[in-house]
């Protein structure tokens, strides 16, 4: 693209670029500014960009709450969720690739289907379906719900169609049936869309809030993101040690984003150019 | 490439002699193993969002009790009713919604398709700088909304945040945010902008990186200036990227729950405050059901919810076929 070339406009661009980077991270500094500042440096009008360092308020929010088992709770929920939801996934997306599969056209029509359906209008009555399995208040309850992800199968089904016939035909040769195909041949081959499907779960079940708020009471089986919902309810007016647990709670997932930075980027905007879901996976509900 | 996965027995069936046993086991095995696969997904669907979804409109004529229907008393249409009453608040929260929808989405586009303008580049190898800038822009949109919404609380604070210290800087005078009815939801909305927008610039940026370069030289040597070949090449192309923004942000907007609940104190009583200023659809459905128990009325709340949805992403798509530019 040629525009907005010349060494001057190129300059002026560069600037901007800093500036809206600079907005959008600003609010991350502006807490972690906040957990570490002095008391006394916390309400000065007006507010100290750069205050000293003083710990304490990070040593609070670890005496407040049991932060580990709130932590452990969110790494088994999202865990499990990523490995059923590539179970789902795969199976499901291998069987719509199928030629042989009849009736997988009638199938994928009811998949498509279910992403008709606002997860914000079914709330109340999977409230009602997980009260009746005697979930509620339970991890299994947090993980059950989001074990399958229809984009996910849609992930696994655009990836296997692209695996070249000759495959197919060579492994029955070879007298290897469907499972063996799948286990042996195509799910190692699958690893970009594993790793798709695993970053995206990741980030939507580490940001769960509205479900898991509903079925939790007490500490467990309560996700990071209620325990810190609760600890700003108790503890409003306690600006650093808030902060603080913002930060403890933000931390895994940027994380694993700047790990993956590149291909996290890539998953979210792969989807553009499909017409048939035609829609990206959003990560997030909430 | 697919139809020469079928064997020729499959093609050739009435004139071909009885199927061995082994062989008509295979077949049966073929037929059966595709729904295998799907079962479990179709299965776990079935639980939590096909059957819900005929649930909920089951629920909304009763008098809901957990026990379930046995226990539960038909009101008939009386919800739909109350919703329609202006005492229940329902039809304030749907304005609600639709102010916040109605900034959210053009500012959204706006200032997505901004922002993308400025981080536009080489698509495929984009400089380290564009990476690390681009980034930054994304970062808001994969972190959870509560841990950020309290950084804005801090930030919105009337008396030290950072808001009004940056108002003052300008001499505009002070405002209160979220404890105004006036200012809560922009405040709320600008945390969601922020939060979301990367998600928005990602979509552009794909959008823009699909524009053939020879297009865009073509209306140079044409001499076209860099507003017209903004507006008649690059636009046209955007078209089917920029609907799927409007639809998606329209979804996302009407769900917002988490960032309004933080900002406006969920804890006390479901948020929405000051004076329902902030009360959406989704936290008065969160309300109706979840503090006040009141299950059957949340149902009726959640069909209105979903006919709106499934309406409003309907007449975009109709009226976005008609504008959008197909290559």
Not at chain 1, 144 to 157: G, Q, T
Not at chain 2, 163 to 172: P, T, V
């Amino acid at each position: 693209m040629r525009l907005g070339q010349g060494k001057g406009r190129r300059a002026l661009r560069t600037v901007f670029q800093a500036i809206v980077a600079l907005v959008f991270l600003f609010p991350f500094y502006w807490a972690m500014v906040l957990s570490v500042a002095p008391k006394s440096h916390v309400f000065t009008l007006p507010p100290d960009l750069l205050p000293g360092w003083d710990f304490h308020p990070w040593v609070q929010v670890f005496q407040a709450a049991p932060w580990g088992l709130y932590f452990l709770h969110s790494v088994i929920i999202t865990g499990s969720t990523i490995i059923l939801v590539l179970i789902t996934g795969a199976c499901a997306g291998y069987a719509l690739s199928l030629p042989t599969f009849r009736g997988r056209e009638i199938v994928f029509g009811i998949f498509l289907a279910a992403l008709m359906v606002p997860p914000e209008a079914i709330l109340i009555p999977d409230y009602v379906v997980a009260y009746h399995l005697h979930i509620l208040n339970s991890l299994r309850g947090q993980v059950l719900p989001f074990a399958v992800n229809v984009f996910a199968i849609f992930i696994f089904r655009q990836f296997f169609k692209t695996l070249p016939s000759e495959l197919w035909d060579a492994a029955q040769l070879d007298g290897a049936s469907w499972w063996r195909y799948l286990w042996n041949l195509a799910l190692p081959l699958a690893k970009p869309a594993v790793a798709t499907v695993s970053l995206l779960t990741f980030s939507s079940q580490w940001s769960q809030f509205q479900w898991p708020l509903i079925i939790t009471q007490g500490q467990s089986a309560r996700p990071v993101e209620v325990a810190l919902s609760y600890f700003q309810g108790f503890d409003g007016t306690h600006w650093r040690e808030l902060a603080a647990a913002s930060i403890l709670t933000l931390t895994p997932i940027v994380m694993v984003f700047l790990l993956t930075q590149r291909y996290f980027v890539v998953s979210v905007a792969g989807r553009v150019d499909d017409r048939e879901s035609s829609a990206p996976m959003t990560p997030l509900n909430r | 490439m697919q139809e020469n996965l079928q064997t020729p027995w499959e093609k050739s069936r009435p004139l071909a002699p009885p199927l061995s046993a082994a062989r008509t086991l295979r077949r049966t095995t073929k037929a059966v193993s595709g729904w295998l696969l799907v079962l479990p997904a179709l299965a776990i669907l079935t639980l939590f969002t096909y059957g819900p979804a005929l649930l909920v409109v089951a629920m909304s004529f009763y008098h809901w009790s957990l026990g379930g229907f046995q226990d539960s008393q038909w009101v008939g249409a009386l919800h739909y009713q109350e919703l329609l009453n202006p005492i229940s608040g329902f039809l304030e929260s749907l304005s609600v919604t639709f102010y916040y929808v109605g900034i959210m989405v053009p500012m959204t586009i706006a200032l997505g398709l901004g922002i993308a303008w400025l981080f536009r580049g080489a698509a495929h190898k984009p400089t380290p700088w564009l990476t690390f800038t681009r980034a930054a822009v994304f970062l808001p949109y994969i972190t959870p909304a509560i841990a950020t919404s309290i950084i804005w609380v801090f930030i919105f604070n009337p008396q030290f945040g950072l808001a009004n210290a940056a108002l003052r800087f300008f001499h505009i005078p002070a405002l209160g945010w979220l404890v105004s009815s006036t200012w809560a939801l922009p405040a709320v909305m600008i945390n969601n902008l922020w939060h979301n927008l990367g998600f928005t610039v990602v979509l552009f940026l794909a959008g823009l990186s699909n524009i053939p370069g020879e297009a865009v030289e073509a209306a140079w040597l044409d001499g076209a200036g860099g507003w017209q070949t903004f507006r008649y090449v690059v636009l046209p192309y955007l078209s089917p990227v920029t609907l799927m923004v409007v639809i998606l942000t329209t979804i996302q907007a009407m769900q917002a729950f988490g960032s309004i609940y933080a900002m406006t104190g969920g804890q006390f009583g479901g948020g929405g405050g000051p004076l329902n200023s902030t009360t959406t659809t989704a936290i008065y459905l969160y309300k109706s059901a979840f503090i006040f128990f009141h299950y059957g009325y949340g149902a009726a709340v959640s069909v209105v919810l979903f006919a709106l949805l499934l309406l409003m992403t309907i007449v975009q798509k109709q009226v976005g076929e008609r504008y959008t530019t197909y290559q």
